[in-house]
Nanobody, 124 residues
């Protein structure tokens, strides 16, 4: 049974940091991604990492470049999203996703499995 379990969401003030974790069980993947959906907005690709060969390359949405860092721990089958310098506009439900076959990193249809989501709220 495939399971993607996210953790690390919460509430933080603007300028603060959070680290999201996504542990993927029961599925061999080579691309892990993070998406988010804010109220009234479409789902947006935030970051992705190709996990083969020890990690990388990584991809980021322009809105988070320089602030967010995606990484992996192959032994733990976990993908992380370190979020720094958070802004109120980063407030959203964050979802992790996993793919075995690659594809364009920010397209939801590139991913086979999804987590349930973890809420991130940034106050001003």
């Amino acid at each position: 049974q495939v399971q993607l379990v996210e953790s690390g969401g919460g509430s933080v003030q603007a300028g603060g940091s959070l680290r999201l974790s996504c542990t993927i069980a029961g599925y061999t993947f080579n691309m892990g991604g993070w998406f988010r959906r804010a109220p009234g907005k479409e789902r947006e690709g935030v970051a992705a990492i190709y996990t083969g060969g020890g990690g990388g390359p990584t991809f980021y949405a322009d809105s988070v470049k320089g602030r967010f860092v995606i990484s992996q721990d192959n032994a733990k089958k976990t993908v992380y999203l370190q979020m720094n310098s958070l802004k109120p506009e980063d407030t959203a439900m964050y979802y992790c996703a996993a793919s075995r076959y690659g594809g364009f990193w920010s397209e939801p249809q590139s991913y086979r499995y999804w987590g349930q989501g973890t809420q991130v709220t940034v106050s001003s």
